[in-house]
């Protein structure tokens, strides 16, 4: 892991230096003065040559210093703190609604197999994976805000609801300081943004869910199981799921981390401050330290998403030994 | 299979027949502005972008303002001024009384701290400041002395910008005096505006509240509190707007006003702004080192058409200066599209057929400038000139700017003035000196004549006197065509029908005088 982290960190680092742009000018302001742009340079240790940046830098993140954001000029440590709690809570919620909607979707897809029903889910999940994230998501607001004004529009949490900051997940900050009001804010402000980022995870999921689970009713022990006289849904649930689950785990999986990198247009449509726009942000404006820091967050959270997959695998499947 | 088609009936019926909830309505004391942009951070001193300036408006003073519909200069934190016959010193006589957030006194000693704590951070908005001061003095509690290098006019114009120019308390920065309070002001701000900083919640919203020892009192209907909502979509900001959810709609492009101006609870106004979009050509290499060729292209762009690129809510500029700055002049001459005249100046360049192509750039944040070059592409190719349409994010577009050799042949930009006066466009935008990456000079044009009349605006008082330079080198730039002036950039504020008391101030226009401001 921690040869990875230095081989992710030294690419970035390099590569990012190819990026065009100046970022003590793009952090200066475009009308800044070059005095004022060298002075930002050398506070900020850009004029320092390449190298001894690379090793101050690495040596810094053994430290647990990410480093200063250009372009806030916060640490970037803390920007993280403040960003990537916003992404965590709306990925999981949209993983959340992705297994909530997506398994049982695919099994009834299985079940009803080239039925009226079956058409038409297999219609709605190719229309959910053909439609943008944020053209679903200023459809979701047009109906639910707009029209019908039950579900608000932007933001994480209701004006005066924000409960006490301990882990940066608003829900589960309110669940642990008992805040009801805010947790019930939290969860209506989480139902479009989540839908719209769930939407093409569900319809992937729930069509994976369908072809695995019809693969695995195709087996012998399936028939056998049928032949001994058990309900239809014993045999589904209790022999078939577990089987069929496998590829449709590797799925969700993936899900997670394209969830986590395409949450930007439904941050940008929902105001979500997560940290896809703090991303986009910090490339727009050449922001060095704060690219390499959401780059070393991501690889961690990749593959600690890889870790838990591969042991949830052996769970389900004993056959599976590492 | 009844029972589904029954569901489904009735789902669409719901959603058909169900009439529109009626809107939200927000407290009255509290005033919700929707605006795209959030400020990177609330130091007057560092600060210099579009998002600060509500926050700036609202929580910092300065010791003067302006008034652009008087094109004056007025009083703020200072209440009078005296400038001297060499205009090298600024004597200000300061308003007494007057407090900060945390109950500061403010002073001639809070005008060096903060002027003195910008120059020697020296960032952004500083080179205003550094360029100009050469010292500070307290004379007394009331009275503070600015010693200029040189003279310059617009100085005094100078101060009312909101970057740089605003005074935060003394007492806050002494609190924080290891860093120079830059980690303080990072996220809070401390000065003498009718507002104060109550809460920043980063990409949400930043809330303000009435300042009740705020010198100027509290007399007339005003309000509470503010709610600067952070609102990174346009078009989910309009719903908020007409869901009442948010009072004033800012940032919301003039081509998606038309929903907007149709329902009667909410007021749409486009004002004009002092920001200029234009196309700087590069004059450092053939074809356009040639001013017919330069001239041609001037006169190849159809300029009434480009207009519908802002939704028809703009007209041509008129020289170089925009409406309401001094040196404006209508009865200047233009360009106008005229592509027999174009063909004949190409011809005499010795491109008859034209026979050359010309990469175009235009910025991704100032999306206007892709339609333009579009819309010039077809009248450029009856001339027989390719044009090539390249977008640039804004760190290529200075990338490629800061060097002559890969400063793209065409490109589209806007420019917004620092300070209400002609030479906030004229100095960096077509002086000689001041090419990239030193000014804003792209098109890297250098008429040494027109230089040392740039020069002479800047000391020249007399205003008649200064009215005819300012119309010379205009009129010289007209000439020598460096760039392509287009029009003045609009900017939409949508309100709720019941805000009252905004005044749009081209100077600030990204901003709000909510001291005025109340809801009924």
């Known amino acids: ?322 | 299979m009844k029972f589904s088609l029954l569901v489904v009936g009735c789902l669409a019926a719901l959603l058909t027949a169900i009439p529109r909830l009626t809107t939200a309505s927000t407290p009255l004391e509290t005033l919700f502005v929707g605006v795209t942009e959030e400020p990177t951070m609330l130091d007057p001193a560092i600060d210099y972008t579009f998002g600060s300036v509500p926050v700036f408006r609202a929580t910092y003073e300065r010791l003067v303002t302006y008034n652009s519909r008087t094109g004056m200069v007025e009083p703020e934190l200072a209440a009078s001024w005296e400038i001297s016959e060499d205009g090298l010193v600024y004597t200000f006589y300061l308003r007494p009384g007057v407090k900060f957030h945390d109950g500061a006194t403010f002073d001639a000693y809070a005008v060096k701290t903060a002027y003195e704590r910008a120059m020697t951070i020296n960032e952004g908005p500083a080179w205003m400041l550094t360029t100009y001061v050469k010292s500070i003095d307290v004379v007394d509690d009331l009275i503070v002395r600015i010693n200029l290098q040189h003279p310059f006019v617009p100085f005094l114009r100078i101060l009312t910008s909101y970057w740089g120019m605003g005074i935060p308390s003394p007492k806050a920065i002494a609190e924080h005096v290891e860093d120079l309070g830059k980690a303080f002001f990072r996220e809070h701000a401390v000065g003498t505006g009718p507002y104060k900083l109550v809460e920043w919640v980063k990409g949400q919203y930043i809330m303000l509240e009435r300042f009740e020892d705020y010198w100027r009192g509290w007399p007339e209907k005003h309000l509470d509190r503010i709610v600067i909502q952070i609102v990174r979509d346009t078009t989910t900001m309009a719903m908020l707007l007409e869901r009442g959810e948010i009072d004033i709609a800012y940032g919301i492009p003039v081509a998606e006003l038309e929903p907007l101006k149709a329902n009667p609870e909410i007021v749409v106004n486009v004002y004009d702004t002092y920001t200029t979009n234009m196309i700087a050509m590069n004059t450092t290499r053939p074809p356009l080192n040639d001013v017919r060729v330069r001239q041609a292209l001037s006169y190849s762009f159809d300029y009434d058409s480009a207009m519908e690129v802002f939704a028809g809510y703009t007209k041509p500029l008129v020289g170089q200066i925009p409406p309401g700055l001094l040196g404006y002049d209508p009865t200047l001459p233009r360009y106008v599209f005229d592509l027999d005249r174009a063909r004949e100046l190409l011809a005499q360049a010795g491109y008859p057929h034209g026979g050359f192509t010309l990469e175009y750039t235009w910025v991704t944040e100032e999306p206007e400038g892709r339609r333009i070059g579009i819309l010039w592409q077809e009248a450029l190719r009856n001339l027989g000139i390719e044009l090539k349409i390249t977008e640039v994010t804004v760190a290529g577009h200075w990338d490629r700017i800061s060097h002559p050799e890969t400063t793209p042949d065409l490109a589209n930009y806007r420019w917004c003035i620092d300070f209400p006066d002609a030479l906030s466009i004229l100095l960096p935008l077509y002086h000689g000196d001041y090419a990239p990456p030193v000014g804003y000079n792209i098109s890297r044009w250098s008429n040494p004549r027109i230089n040392e009349l740039i020069d002479k605006a800047g000391i020249e008082r007399d205003e008649e006197v200064r009215k005819q330079i300012l119309r010379e080198i205009q009129l010289l730039l007209l000439n020598d065509a460096p760039n392509i002036w287009i029009t003045t950039v609009p900017v939409a504020i949508c309100m709720r029908k019941n805000v009252h008391g905004f005044v749009f101030e081209p100077a600030y226009f990204s901003s709000f005088n909510f001291y005025d401001m109340y809801k009924d």
């Open chain 1, 1 to 322: 892991m921690v040869i990875t982290l230095l081989g992710v960190l030294t690419i970035t680092f390099f590569l990012s230096r190819v990026l065009p742009g100046d970022p003590a000018r793009l952090a200066a302001g475009i009308r800044a003065g070059p005095e004022q742009v060298e002075s930002l340079r050398r506070s900020l240790g850009l004029d320092r040559p390449l190298a001894e940046q690379y090793v101050r830098y690495i040596t810094s993140v053994m430290r647990g210093d990410l480093g200063m954001s250009i372009r806030t000029r916060r640490p970037v440590m803390a920007d993280l703190v403040e960003y990537f709690p916003a992404t965590v809570e709306l990925t999981i919620f949209a993983i959340f609604l992705c297994i909530l909607l997506g398994i049982p979707l695919g099994i009834f897809s299985a079940v009803r197999q080239e039925t009226l029903v079956d058409h038409v889910l297999r219609v709605a999940a190719v229309a959910a994976v053909s439609m943008p994230s944020f053209w679903l998501g200023l459809l979701l607001q047009l109906v639910f805000f707009r029209w019908l004004g039950i579900l608000p529009a932007t933001g994480r949490v209701g004006l005066g609801f924000r409960p006490t900051h301990i882990t940066g997940l608003y829900v589960l900050d309110s669940i642990i300081t008992q805040n009801w009001a805010a947790l019930g804010s939290c969860l209506k402000h989480l139902a479009l943004p989540a839908t719209a980022l769930a939407a093409s995870s569900v319809a992937q999921i729930s069509r994976m869910m369908r072809s695995s689970l019809l693969e695995v009713l195709s087996h012998d022990y399936v028939r056998t199981a049928r032949a001994k006289g058990l309900k239809e849904s014993a045999v589904i649930l209790k022999h078939a799921l577990r089987n069929a689950l496998l590829p449709t785990l590797t799925i969700i999986g993936l899900q997670i981390g394209i969830l986590l990198s395409g949450a930007v247009p439904v941050e940008v449509v929902f105001s979500w401050p997560g940290i896809g726009l703090y991303a986009v942000q910090s490339i727009v404006f050449v922001d060095f330290m704060a690219i390499l820091g959401v780059t070393l967050l991501m690889t961690i959270v990749y593959s600690g998403i890889n870790l838990i997959v591969d042991v949830l695998y052996g769970v389900l499947d004993p056959r599976i030994q590492y």
